[in-house]
């Protein structure tokens, strides 16, 4: 097995988010970041599972800057083999993509793994692109994934349940909660992890598709209507004539 | 040139959530024609043009679980019928199907919009939430060629027309590489992503002996049930039904939560909710900043009521 995940860098889930004063920009200040957890806790971890199992090598792939080594390495201390960086801002999911695909080219990974979502720009659009430019099938947001010998048994989330299918030969998978469990690195993967290679390339052309307007943040609510716990039908009122969602 | 709009139906209908792509598509459309794409069989197709279908197309038999080929008939179906946009829903085929699509038809794509795009001076301006909820971005799709996906609930069906005919088309479905060897629906609601209303319970409620409570609730509403992180982890309730940054993001009209203190995390996934309702027993709770309307209160007691009350009210009406 040789599998390919992709990696990303994300603010900490319990980040306040601001942006720069013409709204352009995400503002870095006082943000501490990290793996992105879907592709941490799922994507990577079952890959490295799959190669304690059937052996082969894990790599893993990030674009960005080198302020990334940090959640790279990390991804190396779990279990991955060795890394590429490609060199660049990751300015939209078509460039990413593309990044990622001018890599896995000529390669032959057998599976290219993803997490299902970033939790900043929750597009879930790399996945497709990349499988696209690739050639190769898609199975997105997977649960669940069983390898037997070149056939892979994939479960995935669809609205309101899941659907179990099946495939051969090579694929990208998006990878969601269930997958696997999150590792947490030990010692001696932390210590191994300074040592393995992390490659940086250069990255090929691709223009951006989208570009932003702006960001904004969210009406602030106008502060919560107590009702007394011993009235539960003055809630109901409200929400019936007031509100008028029930 | 026209938009183009993908509808998928349920079990040989299309409910609100495909008649409300057509307005969608028709409000982006502007001036142009707005055609929608019915992808399977519906009794119902025609009814498309009350909702903004200029022009009714059907195609059926595509394999929508393999984006390889469903991204293979949008393309081909935008090309043949001239599109400029195509808008396709935000769901698990949707998302994994678009960006293929913007590959195929070298698009720009902008995911989950939730409100009509602006066009301005060739451009399409798209809104949508990013960090989960935590704020919103606006993107000029700069291409010529632009892919858009669209959130359930983003706006109403608005009656614009009349029904039409439907038109069958002609584009080459290759056979599928991927087999469907298990399907499994784990309730009967609405799912999640689309449900108007949403009960949702977290660790207040002790053990999952107790969760009838919250059913009871979601009954008595014919609600959708949801829960907080670790009642998911902790098997109390499967983990489709886990909702915030790391499970599903839902925006409902009414959205209900029993027992979670409302950390962060958490408000990520349900804060763009219309309306919020907090039930705890913690007046300090984080929630209750949130929270439209609250109770604080024992779950145990509040919540039985509640269900009484809200069958009062539908008897009454
Ligand atoms: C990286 C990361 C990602 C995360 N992602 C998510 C996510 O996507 N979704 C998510 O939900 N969480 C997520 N979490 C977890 C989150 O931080 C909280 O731990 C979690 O939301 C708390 O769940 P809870 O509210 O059910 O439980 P608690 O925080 O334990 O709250 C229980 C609440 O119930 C109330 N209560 C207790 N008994 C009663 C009673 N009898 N009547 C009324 N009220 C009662 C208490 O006052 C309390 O407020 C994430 C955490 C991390 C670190």
Same mark, same amino acid.
């Given at each position: 097995?040789?599998?390919?995940?992709?990696?990303?860098?994300?603010?900490?889930?319990?980040?306040?988010i601001?942006?720069?004063?013409?709204?352009? /920009?995400? /503002?870095?200040?006082?943000?501490?970041?990290?793996?992105?957890?879907?592709?941490?806790?799922?994507?990577?971890?079952?890959?490295?599972?799959?190669?304690?199992?059937?052996?082969?090598?894990?790599?893993?792939?990030?674009?960005?800057?080198?302020? +990334?080594?940090?959640?790279?390495?990390?991804?190396?201390?779990?279990?991955?083999?060795?890394?590429?960086?490609?060199?660049? +801002?990751?300015?939209?999911?078509?460039?990413?993509?593309?990044?990622?695909?001018?890599?896995?080219?000529?390669?032959?990974? &057998?599976?290219?793994?993803?997490?299902?979502?970033?939790?900043?720009? +929750?597009?879930?659009?790399?996945?497709?692109?990349?499988?696209? !430019?690739? &050639?190769?099938?898609?199975?997105?947001?997977? /649960?669940?994934?069983?390898?037997?010998?070149?056939?892979?048994?994939?479960?995935?989330?669809?609205?309101?349940?899941?659907?179990?299918?099946?495939?051969?030969?090579?694929?990208?998978?998006?990878?969601?909660?269930?997958?696997?469990?999150?590792?947490?690195? +030990?010692?001696?993967?932390?210590? !191994?992890?300074?040592?393995?290679?992390?490659?940086?390339?250069?990255?090929?052309?691709?223009?951006?598709?989208?570009?932003?307007?702006?960001?904004?943040l969210p009406p602030a609510k106008k502060g919560v209507t107590l009702v007394d716990a011993?009235n539960v039908?003055e809630l109901v009122r409200l929400l019936h004539e007031e509100a008028k969602v029930i | 040139?026209?938009?183009?709009?993908?509808?998928?139906?349920?079990?040989?209908?299309?409910?609100?959530?495909?008649?409300?792509?057509?307005?969608?598509?028709? *409000?982006?459309?502007?001036? %142009?024609?707005?055609?929608?794409?019915?992808?399977?069989?519906?009794?119902?197709?025609?009814?498309?043009?009350?909702?903004?279908?200029?022009?009714?197309?059907?195609? %059926?038999?595509?394999?929508?679980? %393999?984006?390889?080929?469903?991204?293979?008939?949008?393309?081909?179906?935008?090309?043949?019928?001239?599109?400029?946009?195509?808008?396709?829903?935000?769901?698990?085929?949707?998302?994994?199907?678009?960006?293929?699509?913007?590959?195929? *038809?070298?698009?720009? *794509?902008?995911?989950?919009?939730n409100?009509?795009?602006?066009?301005?001076?060739?451009?399409?301006?798209?809104?949508?939430g990013?960090f989960s909820g935590k704020a919103f971005?606006?993107?000029?799709?700069?291409?010529?060629?632009?892919?858009?996906?669209?959130l359930g609930n983003s706006?109403?069906?608005?009656?614009?027309?009349?029904?039409?005919?439907?038109?069958?088309?002609?584009? %080459?479905? @290759? @056979?599928?590489?991927?087999?469907?060897?298990?399907?499994?629906? *784990?309730?009967?609601?609405a799912?999640l992503p689309e449900a108007e209303l949403v009960v949702s319970g977290g660790r207040g409620f002790?053990?999952?002996?107790?969760?009838?409570?919250l059913?009871?609730l979601a009954?008595a509403l014919d609600a959708t049930t949801a829960c907080s992180r670790?009642v998911?982890?902790?098997?109390?309730?499967?983990?489709?039904e886990h909702v915030g940054q790391?499970g599903i993001a839902i925006r409902p009209n009414l959205y209900i939560a029993v027992g979670i203190s409302g950390a962060i995390q958490h408000l990520a996934g349900v804060n763009n909710s219309k309306t919020i309702v907090v039930i705890n027993k913690d007046p300090e709770a984080p929630f209750f900043k949130a929270a439209d309307y609250g109770i604080v209160g024992?779950l145990?007691?509040v919540v039985?009521?509640l269900t009484?009350e809200i069958?009062?009210l539908?008897?009454?009406?």
């Amino acid at each position: 097995m040789k599998t390919l995940v992709c990696i990303s860098k994300t603010p900490d889930t319990t980040s306040k988010i601001s942006f720069s004063s013409d709204g352009k /920009n995400f /503002n870095t200040d006082g943000i501490s970041f990290i793996m992105n957890p879907y592709d941490e806790w799922y994507a990577l971890v079952r890959a490295v599972e799959l190669k304690e199992k059937l052996g082969g090598t894990v790599t893993v792939i990030n674009v960005g800057d080198a302020s +990334n080594d940090i959640v790279i390495r990390k991804a190396l201390a779990i279990g991955a083999d060795d890394a590429i960086r490609v060199d660049a +801002n990751p300015i939209d999911s078509f460039f990413v993509a593309s990044q990622i695909a001018a890599v896995a080219k000529d390669k032959s990974y &057998d599976i290219i793994f993803l997490g299902k979502e970033t939790i900043d720009y +929750n597009g879930a659009e790399v996945g497709a692109m990349l499988a696209e !430019m690739l &050639d190769l099938p898609y199975v997105s947001f997977a /649960n669940k994934l069983e390898v037997d010998g070149d056939a892979k048994t994939i479960r995935r989330e669809i609205e309101g349940g899941t659907e179990t299918l099946k495939l051969s030969g090579p694929c990208v998978i998006s990878a969601a909660k269930d997958m696997a469990q999150q590792r947490i690195p +030990n010692m001696q993967g932390i210590l !191994m992890s300074k040592r393995k290679p992390l490659e940086v390339v250069t990255p090929v052309g691709a223009s951006s598709r989208i570009e932003v307007i702006k960001h904004d943040l969210p009406p602030a609510k106008k502060g919560v209507t107590l009702v007394d716990a011993g009235n539960v039908a003055e809630l109901v009122r409200l929400l019936h004539e007031e509100a008028k969602v029930i | 040139m026209s938009v183009l709009v993908i509808v998928e139906p349920n079990n040989g209908t299309i409910n609100k959530g495909g008649f409300e792509l057509a307005t969608f598509g028709k *409000l982006t459309a502007g001036q %142009d024609k707005c055609l929608v794409l019915v992808v399977g069989k519906a009794s119902n197709a025609g009814d498309l043009g009350i909702y903004g279908a200029d022009e009714v197309y059907e195609i %059926d038999q595509v394999p929508v679980h %393999d984006s390889a080929v469903y991204s293979k008939v949008i393309a081909d179906a935008s090309e043949k019928l001239s599109c400029h946009t195509v808008i396709i829903k935000a769901n698990a085929n949707g998302k994994a199907t678009a960006g293929r699509v913007a590959i195929k *038809l070298g698009a720009g *794509l902008v995911s989950a919009a939730n409100s009509v795009p602006e066009s301005t001076g060739g451009q399409l301006q798209v809104k949508r939430g990013v960090f989960s909820g935590k704020a919103f971005a606006t993107y000029a799709i700069t291409t010529d060629k632009k892919v858009i996906t669209v959130l359930g609930n983003s706006i109403q069906p608005k009656e614009m027309g009349s029904a039409t005919s439907v038109q069958s088309l002609q584009v %080459d479905v @290759p @056979p599928s590489t991927i087999e469907v060897v298990a399907k499994e629906t *784990l309730s009967g609601r609405a799912p999640l992503p689309e449900a108007e209303l949403v009960v949702s319970g977290g660790r207040g409620f002790k053990g999952p002996e107790n969760w009838n409570i919250l059913l009871d609730l979601a009954d008595a509403l014919d609600a959708t049930t949801a829960c907080s992180r670790p009642v998911a982890d902790a098997d109390w309730r499967p983990h489709h039904e886990h909702v915030g940054q790391t499970g599903i993001a839902i925006r409902p009209n009414l959205y209900i939560a029993v027992g979670i203190s409302g950390a962060i995390q958490h408000l990520a996934g349900v804060n763009n909710s219309k309306t919020i309702v907090v039930i705890n027993k913690d007046p300090e709770a984080p929630f209750f900043k949130a929270a439209d309307y609250g109770i604080v209160g024992d779950l145990f007691e509040v919540v039985p009521k509640l269900t009484e009350e809200i069958k009062k009210l539908k008897a009454g009406a």
